[in-house]
């Protein structure tokens, strides 16, 4: 019943930016912790940020000064912009509500010249 999609990601040099969108449907999305992972291929997926009901973020020590979560429930959103991108930061980005576990189906973002 939960369904989240993820939109924006796309191939970007570094130093750039992108901003990726989240929206939700199936939940009664204000109450919820909302969270981005990413996965790059080999490697586990990590938690990159969260922000609470209210907005209360967090973020991964890799992208602090760089990405920022926000959310817009009214419109059942959950955003993250990135910037001053690297080429580290190339994975598959899933947003994800964290107190069901229900995730997206992932959105690619490559930071290369």
């Known amino acids: 019943q939960v369904q989240l999609v993820e939109s924006g990601g796309g191939l970007v040099q570094p130093g750039g930016s992108?901003?990726?969108s989240c929206v939700a449907?199936?939940?009664?999305?204000?109450?919820?912790?909302?969270a981005w992972y990413r996965q790059a291929p080999g490697k586990e997926r990590e938690l990159v940020a969260t922000i609470s009901t209210p907005d209360r973020t967090n973020y991964a020590d890799s992208v602090?000064?760089?990405?920022t979560i926000s959310r817009d429930n009214a419109k059942n959103m959950v955003y993250l912009q990135m910037n001053?991108?690297?080429p580290e930061d190339t994975a598959v980005?899933?947003?994800?509500?964290?107190q069901t576990g229900a995730w997206g189906q992932g959105t690619l973002v490559t930071v290369s010249p």
């Open 64 to 67: 602090k000064g760089r990405f």
């Open 93 to 98: 980005y899933y947003c994800k509500l964290m």
């Open 25 to 34: 449907s199936g939940v009664i999305f204000s109450i919820y912790t909302m």
């Open 18 to 20: 992108l901003r990726l």
């Open 84 to 86: 001053s991108l690297k």
